[in-house]
């Protein structure tokens, strides 16, 4: 089984950069006058605020459980990643596009342009660390997975928004160094309106493809396919159970709730019944500790 990844490594990684790509650009902002760059000052914070976010998410989903929240508060962590693939869909993508729009219909000289290749180039640095230190989290839970059927199957949220945030940086960063220096070269400032245009669609692609993802685990949904059948198959294999019936297990943050319906072989009183399920529980919870609730139904059905 893989590891679980540390979330919080992956998002204070992401929360440094974009403080440190943020108080450059905003420098380059004041130093220059460029609206174009303090808008990516603006952006760069509001990509601090979605970390910060993250954190809380991940802050509220230990609350215990409650009388009106028996299976706890998990999914908080789902809700505030959904907030921020919302944010980044509408602060990135649609401000960039907007942005460029502007820019096509007043076109303007760059301002102080080799200040503003410094700073993407610095900016760029930096997400490459955040980059890295997102994936060396990714590759603990992916194990042989390749990246795209661990985005798909993975249930932390909030690790597939920092390595979707990530790689939209990176790759909008490399978009915007590659457009001012085409306008640079050409004196065309067409080229850097184009290239906001085409970071802000590259944003709200992954925004989607981050919602659509996340809208999954909101809604409720399994555990990894993996786990799932490792768990299938320990049930399985305890002498006490004959015949599992049906599994049905539900992602709640970290933490998992397993639904099972099986038939015992036979025992002698109906204490003995419930012990045997009670010692199929302790198993299950000491083989799997992020199983937080399990609820085991005896049936007689073949």
């Not at 990844?5 to 460029?34: H, M």
């Not at 601090?48 to 998990?74: D, F, M, T, Y």
């Not at 997400?127 to 661990?150: D, Q, T, Y």
Request: glycine content about 8%.
């Amino acid at each position: 089984m893989s590891q679980q990844a540390d979330s919080v490594k992956s998002i204070l990684y992401a929360l440094g950069a974009n403080a440190a790509i943020a108080l450059a650009k905003l420098y380059a902002a004041v130093s220059t006058g460029s609206s174009a760059m303090l808008a990516e000052a603006i952006h760069s914070c509001a990509d601090c605020a979605n970390q910060g976010l993250l954190l809380l998410g991940i802050k509220w989903a230990k609350r215990p459980a409650s009388v009106e929240h028996p299976l706890g508060h998990g999914k908080a962590v789902y809700f505030w990643s959904f907030i921020v693939a919302l944010m980044l869909f509408s602060m990135g993508g649609l401000f960039s596009v907007r942005e460029g729009a502007h820019k096509l219909h007043a076109q303007e000289p760059l301002s102080a342009p080799w200040l503003a290749i410094g700073v993407l180039l610095f900016s760029i640095g930096a997400e490459i660390v955040s980059l890295n230190g997102c994936l060396r989290e990714v590759n603990k839970a992916r194990g042989k997975r390749n990246l795209w059927r661990w985005f798909r199957e993975s249930r932390q949220s909030e690790l597939i928004v920092v390595l979707g945030e990530d790689i939209a940086a990176l790759f909008g960063l490399v978009l915007a160094l590659g457009a001012i220096g085409l306008t640079l070269v050409t004196g065309d400032p067409l080229f850097d309106a184009l290239g906001s245009i085409a970071i802000g669609v590259l944003l709200i692609l992954i925004a989607l493809a981050l919602a659509i993802e996340i809208k999954g685990l909101l809604i409720g949904q399994s555990v990894e396919p993996d786990l799932q059948h490792a768990i299938q198959e320990t049930i399985r294999g305890r002498e006490e159970v004959e015949h599992v019936l049906n599994l049905i297990t539900l992602q709640l943050g970290a933490d998992v709730m397993v639904a099972v319906k099986a038939k015992m072989r036979e025992v002698g009183s109906a204490p003995e019944l419930a012990e045997a399920i009670n010692h199929c529980e302790s198993a299950l919870r000491e083989a799997f500790p992020q199983v937080k609730w399990v609820f085991f139904e005896p049936d007689l059905r073949s």
